[in-house]
T-cell receptor, first 111, second 112 residues
Framework: QQQVKQSPQSLIVQKGGIPIINCAYENTAFDYFPWYQQFPGKGPALLIAIRPDVSEKKEGRFTISFNKSAKQFSLHIMDSQPGDSATYFC??????????FGTGTRLTVIP | DAGVTQSPTHLIKTRGQQVTLRCSPK?????VSWYQQALGQGPQFIFQ???????QRGNFPDRFSGHQFPNYSSELNVNALLLGDSALYLC???????????FGPGTRLTVT
């Protein structure tokens, strides 16, 4: 059973576009929602994270939007660049800090 | 300041063998979590170590075991390897409690 559902599976945008990746969850015990960026052959790198008492968080070109009532959250990448091409994972934390990950979105930014 | 390090980078084992993977946490971190990432999938939580004890465990069989040393480094052991154990094994470190987790580069295990 996938505790965090992520979509789309893949995404292609032009340079400067704003890709949006969506995630949904059911477990109301989740209390922290990070996003990770992973390049081929590398471990996931923490991008940005949000807690459920906040509706939006921005860090540089990355923005998380959070809808607690709908149990959904999304990542927006402003002014996307070819270097942003990677796989993005949403995650949710429960218990003593173990993370449940989505299935990933493979983003390609075309120059 | 070194981040999370893992060794070895790659490993090839035969079905039925045993393997040990190693992780050194980020400086100042005392908690280590292990994840398995199958090809094309998100990481799945195996277990977490804090104060040299397993604090929490995901849905993995007892063939997967671990250890944490007094310097906070950790080992993941997998016995009786199956073909399905082929994956990228990731170590993440954090401070105790609900804090951000930082991942290492992973160990790519191939079971033939």
């Amino acid at each position: 059973q996938q505790q965090v559902k992520q979509s789309p599976q893949s995404l292609i945008v032009q340079k400067g576009g704003i890709p949006i990746i969506n995630c949904a969850y059911e477990n109301t015990a989740f209390d922290y929602f990070p996003w990770y960026q992973q390049f081929p052959g590398k471990g996931p790198a923490l991008l940005i994270a949000i807690r459920p008492d906040v509706s939006e968080k921005k860090e540089g070109r990355f923005t998380i939007s959070f809808n607690k009532s709908a149990k959904q959250f999304s990542l927006h990448i402003m002014d996307s660049q070819p270097g942003d091409s990677a796989t993005y994972f949403c995650a949710a934390r429960a218990g003593a800090n173990n993370l449940f990950f989505g299935t990933g979105t493979r983003l390609t930014v075309i120059p | 300041d070194a981040g999370v390090t893992q060794s070895p980078t790659h490993l090839i084992k035969t079905r039925g063998q045993q393997v040990t993977l190693r992780c050194s946490p980020k400086s100042g971190h005392d908690t280590v979590s292990w994840y398995q990432q199958a090809l094309g999938q998100g990481p799945q939580f195996i277990f977490q170590y804090y104060e040299e004890e397993e604090r929490q465990r995901g849905n993995f069989p007892d063939r997967f075991s671990g250890h944490q040393f007094p310097n906070y480094s950790s080992e993941l052991n997998v016995n009786a390897l199956l073909l399905g154990d082929s994956a990228l094994y990731l170590c993440a470190s954090s401070l105790s409690g609900p804090t951000a987790q930082y991942f290492g580069p992973g160990t790519r295990l191939t079971v033939t």
